[in-house]
Each structure stands twice: as structure tokens, then as C-alpha cells.
């Protein structure tokens, strides 16, 4: 079973920035789609991001042009860059392998994920 963990959240100002990292145990992370999600207080868990093994990305429109999502295959590390952070991206932060298609879904069992605050 792979095991995923997710690090780099915290308190950040609205318009700030925050990097987000993901370690994936397992030896095929390289050939494997990757997903940043996020669950908002009483709210589901949402795809925001996601990249291919190829490297190709898509983004939700909440986050486009704001967000990049990137992966290091030599460290079996996912990462999501987060700038101009706003209140509403308040969340818990998940990474996660995807598969399928329309829509995506996730395939293993959640991490603990990474809580990110933007608050002033």
C-alpha cells in the first residue's frame, strides 16, 4: 500500500504564498497521474490540480494562474506552489494518485494532508 504524506502548510496572509509537498512511497510514483485536492470546513473534497506522468498539467478554474502543480520523480515528491493566496483557500490540502477520467478519482487511502489558513 503506498503511503502518501503531505507538508508545507500553515498561516498565510491573503496574497501571500506557500509551497505544498507530497511524498509518495512506492516504486512506480513515476509513471503515476498526481492530485492536489482540497476540503474546505463542511465542504467536500475537491480536485484542484493534477499532473501526469508526462508532466502535462490541468488546474481548476478556482485556482488557475495561481497555482502549479510540479513533480520530482527522483524523490517520489509532488508539489503544489501556491501564490496569491486568498481566505477562501482555506483547506486541508490532499495529494493523491488519480485515475480514470470524467472525472478523475482518486485511488489510494488519504494521508493526513496539510492544513493552509489565509487569514490576515
Known amino acids: 500500500q503506498v503511503q502518501l504524506v503531505e507538508s508545507g502548510g500553515g498561516l498565510v496572509q491573503p496574497g501571500g504564498s506557500l509551497r505544498l509537498s507530497c511524498v509518495a512511497s512506492g516504486s512506480i510514483f513515476s509513471i503515476m497521474s498526481m492530485g492536489w485536492y482540497r476540503q474546505a470546513p463542511g465542504k467536500q473534497r475537491d480536485l484542484v490540480a493534477h499532473?501526469?506522468?508526462?508532466?502535462?498539467?490541468n488546474y481548476a478554474d478556482s485556482v488557475k494562474g495561481r497555482f502549479v502543480i510540479s513533480r520530482d520523480n527522483a524523490k517520489n515528491t509532488v508539489y503544489l506552489q501556491m501564490n496569491s493566496l486568498k481566505p477562501e483557500d482555506t483547506a486541508v490540502y490532499y495529494c493523491?494518485?488519480?485515475?480514470?477520467?470524467?472525472?478523475?478519482?482518486?485511488?489510494?487511502?488519504w494521508g493526513q494532508g496539510t492544513l493552509v489558513t489565509v487569514s490576515s
Open positions: 493523491n494518485r488519480v485515475v480514470g477520467s470524467s472525472p478523475l478519482r482518486p485511488f489510494y487511502t
Open positions: 499532473i501526469t506522468g508526462g508532466g502535462s498539467t
